[in-house]
């Protein structure tokens, strides 16, 4: 039997790996792989229509799925237009595989035509990277590649193959003696000596906050149900970031909201004020903490995250601890035994005198606009009328991204897909057909700005020749809302291109590929347009027209302290009025 090229190793690899769908865009340095899928049954490709939504698509499914997306996309200007997803996935630590065509190994510096150097310009977004140069590397490179990006901090890594390795078969001498290694081995548990340390310090706070991110979400479902264990334990109060929504439930009463830049004044006033906070799978990122010096000031801190280089980067911690969340979480739960918790009524009333602010309150109607729907009740209203289907919900990014991590509650993980740390407008519509796809069976819906939705519209094509279902709720204010909203706090209103001028009919462009469009003008118009997204089987845009002055809050300014937040009521400048005043 003749000895299978490059291609066909590839193609048996990622089968080996179970993958089940490939997310791309065809090219000539990549022709060769395409030729090998060609009525191959067993990985379905998904035509997209711009690399980049290859990219968050895999994203999409990996966030939904738990398992690695896989990209496959042409050398040079395929490549570099995948940059962007892959920076994303880095971020946020979401598994994923891109291979790349590169051209022929001779032609490699040259400048050749469609060349670029993908090695290079990926290298510091992504976990690793490589540069196969001989067909008998790829299985063993195949398999490696799928153990860094899935195992200790998930993250993106690329494959880049030029294309006449991927004709080339492998010489005899080679091709049985090469096996994937194992140089990669990150650290799972913790010591018996940190787990004890860090019982003693949590069973005697008495104002203990557990702090939670994406890494709950990223170490498995049973990272978030021993979350749920370990916090019925202590009684602690708990809050997460943007990342972590979904990892505990936000119906639960010891749950404080998101915290941050946008979190519940609760949360974030607890964080300030606590005593003890373990931080589980977090990395004390810059909109979770404001500023450094004020953050915390008083608190004992526990960090467990599974990148080293995560712990006393940003924040110094009293005890880190390198582990994966689930197996920390489950040692400790292990190691607590029979233990009662500390009497912490006096914080929790604490904390309920803060919840009574009702930071998430907001006008009944626009100042500018009356008689228009406020973007905060239209998410209301999307999730009292969706959430008994428990759906899968990506966004776009800007303030529609907040208001729907405000408004949109979340009881379990792998719900929420969302663009954390590169914040990446154009992530939330291939995101959602990446889940759709993921999920079949799933309601699956996008929350989208009109801007944010332009940025990788052409995805809609995707939806409809694959006849995904997928819904796209876009809250229509006419403006890039979240720039509007910092030059009006911080440019005193100067709203420099900010305007989403010459917006296209949203509906009619809905119908034009395939899917329902439907618009939604006035507030009570809001839920039955909503019953008519979720009733029609197929593809639907929702075009809700909001106020265009609504702003995002609460809101911590850039720089500012945890106490220094905006909320509905205050002044720029930090003091109340009369109104507010009234509420606290």
Partial sequence: MSQPSGAAILVQGLIDQGVEFVFGYPGGAVLPIYDELFGDERIRHILVRHEAGAGHAAEGYARATGKPGVVLVTSGPGATNAVTAIADAYMDSIPMIVL??????????????????????????????????????????????FRIATTGRPGPVVIDIPKDVQIAVPSQSRASKLTATHRYAPQMVASAEQIAEALEMIANAERPILYTGGGV?????????????????TQSPITSTLMGLGCFPSTHPDFLGMLGMHGTYEANMAMNRCDVMVCIGARFDDRVTGR??????????IHIDIDRSSINKTVPVDLGIVGDCAAVLGQLIAAWGERKPQDLGE????????????????????????????????????????????????????????????????????????????????????????????????????????????????????????????????????????????QELTYESRYSNSYSDSLPDFVALAEAYGWKGIRIERPEDLDAGILAMMEHDGPVIVDCCVASDANCLPMIPSGAAHTDMILYGDRVDGTMDDEAKALV
């Fill in 292 to 301: 450094l010096d004020a953050f915390s000031p008083d608190s004992k801190k």
């Fill in 100 to 145: 790349t065509g590169q051209v022929p190994t001779s032609l490699i510096g040259t400048d050749a035509f469609q060349e670029a150097d993908t090695i290079g310009i990926t290298r510091h977004c992504t976990k690793h990277n490589y540069l196969v140069k001989d067909p008998a590397d790829l299985a063993a490179t195949i398999e490696e590649a």
């Fill in 217 to 233: 979400i990223n170490s498995g479902p049973e990272a978030s149900e021993l979350l749920r264990q370990f916090q019925d334990l």
């Fill in 347 to 486: 914080w929790k009333a604490r904390i309920a005198g803060w919840r009574a602010r009702e930071c998430l309150a907001y006008p009944e109607k626009s100042a500018k606009h009356p008689d228009m729907i406020m973007p905060q009740r239209a998410i209301e209203r999307l999730h009292a009328l969706t959430r008994h289907k428990e759906p899968i919900v990506s966004t776009e990014v800007g303030q529609h991204q907040m208001w729907a991590a405000q408004y949109y509650g979340f009881e379990s993980p792998n719900k929420w897909l969302t663009s954390g740390g590169l914040g990446t407008m154009g992530y939330g519509m291939p995101a959602a057909i990446g889940a759709q796809l993921g999920c079949p069976d799933a309601l699956v819906i996008d929350i989208a700005g009109e801007a944010s939705i332009q940025m990788n519209i052409q995805e809609l094509g995707t939806a409809s020749q694959y006849r995904l279902p997928v819904k796209v709720f876009i809250l229509n204010n006419e403006y890039m809302g979240m720039v509007r909203q910092w």
